[in-house]
């Protein structure tokens, strides 16, 4: 009745043997050889240890070749993990939020100087004034920002923020600035004489923005150096280079930044 010599074969291989991720850093022991070191890759369908001396081996992935705390183990190959969704950004570099809707517009604006700043500033920040529900408003030029903040009778809960070009001490721009002394407006700009020089010159081609003699009109200026003959042509070509704040220069986007926090701050 006990024909069968319960020494024969592979006794390994007849229990129920566990089976083991062999992730990187499990510190194992192969049964036949007794080499101990942890796993630190595969090659070949095989497993590679290292010991504590830096010597490597490799040890096919058989079943119950393994020691693991002193129970015998069979190694695999841990499934391949998929790879973490990429976090979506806006085109200023926020996370993007999925799903959400445009808030309805709050009574906090931002005010800029002219259709082109309002332009660019909704390639670069529209996602995020969207969501926050702030509106983008252009000015015809800030010859009377201090009548236009009169008229908008800015409260706590009813902010303004301003975006200047050319804003330089000096400038009639800083001049027409230092008049508007409300505390619920904040005024940035830029060094810029206009919103397209705020744009990187390599991204339209350029080594660098032409030097414009004062006293000539700056677009048409810009416009014959470059060999286009008018504004408009000139303005598709700057705005068709914009897909993100990577492409327009630091001190528009520090100015910007510091807007949309002043007029979201919560009231």
């Not at 919103?195 to 390599?202: D, F, G, I, L, T």
């Amino acid at each position: 009745m006990y024909s069968d010599d319960v020494l024969a074969g592979d006794w390994r291989r007849r229990k129920v043997v566990p089976e083991v991720d062999a992730e990187r850093d499990l510190v194992v022991e192969d049964v036949d050889s007794g080499f101990c070191g942890a796993v630190v890759g595969f090659e070949l369908g095989a497993v590679v240890l290292e010991d504590r001396r830096g010597k490597r081996r490799n040890f096919p992935l058989e079943p119950a070749a393994f020691l693991l705390d002193g129970q015998v183990v069979t190694l695999r190959r841990p499934a391949a993990r998929p790879a973490a969704a990429a976090r979506q950004r806006t085109a200023s570099g926020s996370v993007a939020v999925a799903g959400v809707r445009a808030q309805v517009a709050k009574a906090s604006r931002i005010w800029v100087e002219g259709v082109h700043d309002a332009a660019l500033v909704e390639r670069i920040w529209g996602d995020d004034l969207r969501i926050e529900g702030v509106v983008v408003e252009p000015l015809d030029g800030i010859d009377d920002l201090a009548g236009a903040v009169r008229e908008f009778r800015p409260a706590r809960h009813r902010r303004v923020g301003v975006l200047v070009d050319h804003l330089v001490a000096g400038s009639k721009e800083s001049r027409i600035v230092a008049a508007v002394t409300d505390p619920n407006v904040l005024i940035t700009g830029h060094p810029y004489v206009d919103v397209w020089q705020a744009v990187k010159p390599e991204r339209v081609g350029l080594r660098a923005w032409p030097v414009i003699p004062p006293g000539q009109p700056w677009k048409q200026g810009v416009c014959a150096a470059v060999g286009l003959g008018e504004p408009y042509e000139m303005w598709r070509r700057i705005l068709g280079s914009v897909n993100s704040y990577k492409d327009v220069e630091t001190p528009l986007i520090n100015a910007m930044e510091r807007l949309i926090d002043f007029v979201t701050e919560p009231s």
